[in-house]
């Protein structure tokens, strides 16, 4: 397996643009973790899926955050509008529910300006 | 949720010991405790997990009192690529395993 694969790797867009990322996780895990990392904040848990269903997102920062996982196999994280404060690194992560030992993507470096 | 507390940053030179800290008073009678490796532009990754006493593997050994309100994530002769930072997770079903990431300890090897 190849791995958590996101994309894009880097996003720069300007403020109020709608951004977003993809994420497609280990074939067979069925946990995901969306979490935003900053120097300031540290790594934060955003939102996490067992086999599809959300069941936290108290970690979204506000409305303008959403995160869906149509399949086992591809969940995105949306931005909309995107501001500047957004500016950070998004990592996913996926793992077998239960199981503490997530493998996490390489993430995408989200630049808004 | 078990808050856990390390320290923000430690230091060290190249073939010591390191032994990296982390309190979680409140843990839990069905907590693991899990821990993590971050380099720079990369994602975290898993290093070790345990219940209580002592585990060891290839990476790193955990060492858990009796009491579970502590552990000690060892790691030894360490060496420049062990610059990272080192994050304590206390886990357990029934929260799901959201796996909680704090600051961290940013461990920095020099020569």
């Known amino acids: 397996d190849a791995g958590v694969i996101q994309s894009p790797r880097h996003e720069v867009t300007e403020m109020g643009q709608e951004v977003t990322l993809r994420c497609k996780p280990i074939s067979g895990h069925n946990s995901l973790f969306w979490y935003r990392q900053t120097m300031m904040r540290g790594l934060e848990l955003l939102i996490y899926?067992?086999?599809?269903?959300?069941?936290?997102d108290s970690g979204m920062p506000e409305d303008r955050f959403s995160a869906k996982m149509p399949n086992a196999s591809f969940s995105t994280l949306k931005i909309q509008p995107s501001e500047p404060r957004d500016s950070a690194v998004y990592f996913c992560?996926?793992?077998?529910?239960?199981?503490?030992?997530?493998?996490f993507g390489q993430g995408t470096r989200l630049t808004v300006v | 949720l078990a808050k856990t507390t390390q320290p923000i940053s430690m230091d060290s030179y190249e073939g010591q010991e390191v032994n990296i800290t982390c309190s979680h008073n409140?843990?839990?009678?069905?907590?693991?405790i899990t821990w993590y490796q971050q380099f720079p532009s990369q994602g975290p990754r898993f290093i070790i997990q345990g219940y209580k006493t002592k585990v060891t593997n290839e990476v790193a050994s955990l060492f858990i009192p009796a009491d579970r309100k502590s552990s000690t994530l060892s790691l030894p002769r360490v060496s420049l690529s062990d610059t990272a930072v080192y994050y304590c997770l206390v886990e357990n079903s029934n929260s799901g395993y959201a796996l909680n990431f704090g600051k961290g300890t940013s461990l920095l090897v020099t020569p």
């Open positions: 992560a996926s793992s077998f529910v239960g199981d503490t030992e997530a493998f």
């Open positions: 409140n843990i839990a009678t069905n907590d693991y």
């Open positions: 899926f067992n086999n599809n269903v959300p069941i936290d």
